[in-house]
């Protein structure tokens, strides 16, 4: 049996956690027991076991990879979730295989448009939240996940007392990783960095920790988040809506933790083509100016911009991206600051 038992209310008191495992011999249970309870006694918190969790996934022609996101969901140990397939004009299969997945927990939101990650999280945000979800878990349905990962997750999630979390995310080949957490780069104009990315995992990354970035892949919010911050920024579609509620979530003051015991087996960018595909190159150049005009303002965007340009040319001078897809990059730098002019 496995109980985690926190002090206060403090996330950033990780060591003062007290991990209790009594896989033990009958004499020394009645032990081990009491020795909770004493912490109980002493003013500590035990997790709640049975929050809640809107499960948020937003499809698009998702067919291909919606069958073993389902399964991952079916397999799982922990019971009390919602979810909720918000989808953005699928024109593939998705819809009738989301409807043969014979489970009543399952809401259909559909769409007749592609309406973008962004709104469509929010959508299905709001409808969590509607239905009384203690929680709600952004997860991308091009994943796959272990049996007890929402039963670690809300473990988690209470054993640190945090506002929000995000585990330990790898590539489909489940030896590298994809996240570990992460920061807002700085020199970047505070563009999200994910930790690890691309290292082998080695167990490098397997202390919780906490922090201030993490891809919105996968990521348990507590639904007093949303009346703090708000919901997604509809305006940037695809690509950096996650970076922009996280960074407000930091200047909020509220905490982020991540942690290594919960694990997501990531397909990369399965359904937009690639991160070097036009649609990825495009949304994400456009969704960075944008990010930095709306939150490090325009004056300080007098140094960020040009910085953001001198890359991309130092880059295409290096051959490390193509002529082509300077161009696109440079179209959507114009259209992040149509965007943050909007």
Known sequence: MIYWVHEGRDCSAIKRTVIVLS??????????????????SQGYTVMNSSAKIGVVTVTYNSGRVIDQFLNSL????????????????SQDNTIELLEAWADKRLRVIPNAANIGIA?????GTRAALADGCDSVLLLNNDVEFEPDTFALLVEELNAFDCHLLSPKILYDDRVRIWSAGG?????????GSPAGQGERD??????????QYAPACCLLVRRVVFDEIGMMDAKYFVYHEDSDFLFRAWKAG?????????????????????????FSVRYG??????FMLKNLGAIRCIFYLPA???????????????????????????????????
């Open 254 to 278: 509220l905490t982020m933790l991540y942690t290594p015991r919960a694990r997501i087996f990531h397909k990369a960018s399965a359904l937009t083509g690639g991160v070097a595909s036009p």
């Open 183 to 191: 920061t807002f780069n700085v020199l970047k104009g505070y563009f």
């Open 285 to 290: 150049t456009r969704g960075h100016v944008y």
């Open 119 to 123: 709104e469509g999280d929010n959508q």
């Open 202 to 211: 080695r167990g490098q990354y397997d202390s919780p920790v906490q922090i």
């Open 23 to 40: 896989h033990l011999q009958e004499d020394e249970g009645d032990e081990k027991d009491f020795a909770i309870l004493q912490k109980v």
């Open 308 to 342: 953001l340009q001198l890359r991309m040319l130092i880059k295409m001078l290096c051959r490390s991206i193509t002529w082509k897809e300077f161009v696109i990059r440079q179209r959507a730098f114009i259209e992040g600051i149509a965007v943050w002019m909007s």
């Open 74 to 89: 079916s397999s799982q140990t922990y019971k009390n979730f919602l979810v909720y397939a918000v989808d953005s004009g």
